[in-house]
Structure formats: structure tokens, C-alpha cells
């Protein structure tokens, strides 16, 4: 499939300022290991192919184990997961899947007695952003090769 449009060149403004969102969010005190099993949670969820692969080497690389970014669509089940980590990918499913009912209020407090509410607001603006990029991917095809 063909490349729909590049946001990247009719919106230049707007592509500079979710990438300025991105420089923050690397100023942050959320970790590494973090941010990656956000983004790859919230790519899993919209589908988007690219970011999954991206951000799974990425973790690797980062010294994520293989077998917790296997198993990280069945976070749920999965005992490779902290208590924090899965509050952290309870916090990623409901946010990204906002019109579900949004961010509950027991994931709410399962985040509190994890993170400050400092770190809980990067977490919501990290999730915001991965799917910022999700939904500009795949709606513009932006990454996909021509058949």
C-alpha cells in the first residue's frame, strides 16, 4: 500500500510540536522500561505495526527480556508482570481505549500507590502520545512499504 498522505509535510507546525511532546517526555522521570511497555501496549492496541516493531527493538535493546514483550498482550494472566507494571498497563489499556469508560478509578488508585501523581501524569501524556503517532500511522499508511 501507498503512503495516503505525509502529515510530516502538509503540517510541519503541528509534527514539530507533537515531536516537542516527545523531547519532554524524555526529560521525564519515567523510566525506559516504562515507556516502552506503554508504547508497545498502545501500539498493540491500535494496530499499528510499525510502532510495535520500533519500539520492541527498542526494548530489547534496552535490555527488555523477549519473553515479557511475548507476553504482553496477556499482561493480565501473565505472572512476568509486577503488581506496578500492571497497574501501569491497566493505566495504557483504559486511556488508549478511552471510550470504554475511560480511566477507571481502581486502576486510578492501583497507579497512586506506584507512582506520584507527577509520574501518573507523564504516564497519561506518554499514553497520549504514543497514540498520537499510533493514529497517525495508521490512518495515513504513513509507514507501510508499496506493494
Not at 515507556?35 to 505495526?49: D, E, G, H, T, V
Not at 508482570?81 to 486511556?95: G, P, Q, V, Y
Not at 490512518?139 to 512499504?145: C, D, P
Request: glycine share 2%.
Amino acid at each position: 500500500m501507498k503512503q495516503r498522505l505525509n502529515i510530516q509535510e502538509l503540517e510541519p507546525n503541528s509534527y514539530k510540536a507533537i515531536l516537542e511532546i516527545f523531547k519532554y517526555l524524555e526529560t521525564t522521570s519515567l523510566s525506559k522500561d516504562i515507556k516502552n511497555l506503554i508504547k508497545i501496549r498502545s501500539s498493540q492496541i491500535n494496530s499499528c505495526a510499525y510502532c510495535i516493531e520500533m519500539h520492541t527493538s527498542e526494548a530489547l535493546k534496552n535490555g527488555e527480556k523477549q519473553n515479557r514483550i511475548f507476553a504482553l498482550s496477556a499482561w493480565k494472566e501473565s505472572p512476568l508482570f509486577s503488581k506496578k507494571e500492571k497497574a501501569l498497563l491497566a493505566a495504557t489499556d483504559e486511556i488508549t481505549q478511552v471510550s470504554n469508560n475511560g480511566l477507571s478509578e481502581n486502576t486510578f488508585q492501583e497507579l497512586k500507590e506506584h507512582f506520584t501523581d507527577n509520574e501518573i501524569a507523564q504516564i497519561i501524556i506518554q499514553i497520549g502520545e504514543i497514540n498520537i503517532w499510533n493514529r497517525i500511522a495508521v490512518s495515513t499508511l504513513m509507514f507501510h512499504q508499496s506493494s
